[in-house]
């Protein structure tokens, strides 16, 4: 009996650490949330425009290539510099051949994406609706009019996402926002007495 207390014992030890285990830091960096990839929205769109304010063709050797390493860079230091992404940090963000570009953990802080480095959310221009798409496991985030600029840098950058776009297939005005879990709570409150009502005799009903 003593024996089998204890099987009981070590088992559940066993599955806590498990538990433990599964809900550490580290994997909380790997899939970021849709509130925290709609903060990264607004700040990859503020950076945007910044840089497209103050990059003129006049003063600047940006090209359609160059803007998307520009633009990776720039948005990275934004990042981390953003408490509300704390938990992330240190975040990295490199280009990618579908003219997405993927934010990541960079444990080791070296702006270059190893293959045991997970990516946080990827970020997509979505032309055809005027939005920016983050996304992930967790859903997708949209911004609608994130790049309205007509500036020479948005007009490099966004040449260069689009090309890239064209050549690999690439189709972000496919992505379909996801709702957000308090938006549809919310709405469920808000439905009408009558809704209410109705909802409630049919379930009655059915139960005769």
């Excluded at 903060?39 to 006049?58: C, F, G, I, Q, Y």
């Amino acid at each position: 009996m003593t024996k089998f207390k204890l099987t009981i014992t070590s088992l559940s030890t066993a599955c806590c650490l498990s538990l433990l285990v599964a809900c550490s830091p580290s994997d909380s960096q790997n899939t970021s949330s849709l509130a925290d990839m709609n903060r990264a929205l607004e700040v990859a769109s503020t950076t945007m425009t910044t840089m497209d304010k103050t990059t003129t063709s006049t003063n600047s050797s940006v090209t359609n290539e160059t803007a998307m390493n520009d633009f990776s860079k720039k948005y990275a230091e934004k990042l981390n510099n953003d408490p509300k992404l704390e938990k992330y940090k240190p975040i990295g963000v490199v280009p990618e051949a579908d003219g997405s570009f993927s934010a990541y953990t960079d444990a080791n802080k070296n702006q270059i994406k190893d293959a045991d480095e997970k990516t946080i959310f990827k970020l997509e221009a979505d032309a055809k609706n005027g939005r920016l798409v983050a996304s992930n496991e967790a859903g997708v985030a949209e911004q609608p009019h994130s790049f309205m600029g007509g500036g020479f840098f948005m007009g490099m950058l966004l040449g260069s996402m689009l090309n890239r776009q064209s050549m690999t297939g690439a189709n972000p005005s496919a992505r379909k926002a996801s709702p957000s879990p308090r938006k549809s709570a919310s709405s469920a409150n808000r439905q009408s007495p009558s809704a209410r009502s109705r909802a409630g005799s049919g379930s009655f009903s059915s139960g005769k």
